[in-house]
Nanobody, 130 residues
Framework: QVQLVESGGGLMQAGGSLRLSCAAS????????MGWFRQGPGKEHELVAA????????YYADLVKGRFTISRDNAKNTVYLQMNSLKPEDTAVYYC???????????????????????WGQGTQVTVSS
């Protein structure tokens, strides 16, 4: 069982920056595929960014490319989402998720499939005011 705890959400004005953190349990974090999802008001749950275990594959949704950066610190069992140039439409609950190291693969399809992510954090609210 993997536990994920997000932090770093809050209220920010448009154009500002926030950094989300997600601390994961487990001894094999370095093998985890990690992702950040979000769900805004009246919107569907969507994958924002994901990073595979080797950092050889990284995915960004088109809406956040060039503004958000996903990274990981395996020594701290933590994945980050640096969010710059925030927009009101970025307002959402942001969730950290992982496969718990289920598969050791560099597949792009695996990285971006919703079904890959079987462990979820509780979510952290990000609100961007105009």
């Amino acid at each position: 069982q993997v536990q994920l705890v997000e932090s770093g959400g809050g209220l920010m004005q448009a154009g500002g920056s926030l950094r989300l953190s997600c601390a994961a349990s487990g001894r094999t974090f370095s093998r985890y595929t990690m992702g950040w999802f979000r769900q805004g008001p009246g919107k569907e749950h969507e994958l924002v960014a994901a990073i595979n275990w080797s950092e050889g594959k990284i995915y960004y949704a088109d809406l956040v490319k060039g503004r958000f950066t996903i990274s990981r610190d395996n020594a701290k069992n933590t994945v980050y989402l640096q969010m710059n140039s925030l927009k009101p439409e970025d307002t959402a609950v942001y969730y950290c998720a992982t496969d718990g190291g289920a598969y050791n693969t560099g597949s792009y399809y695996y990285l971006t499939s919703r079904s890959t992510f079987t462990y979820w954090g509780q979510g952290t609210q990000v609100t961007v005011s105009s």
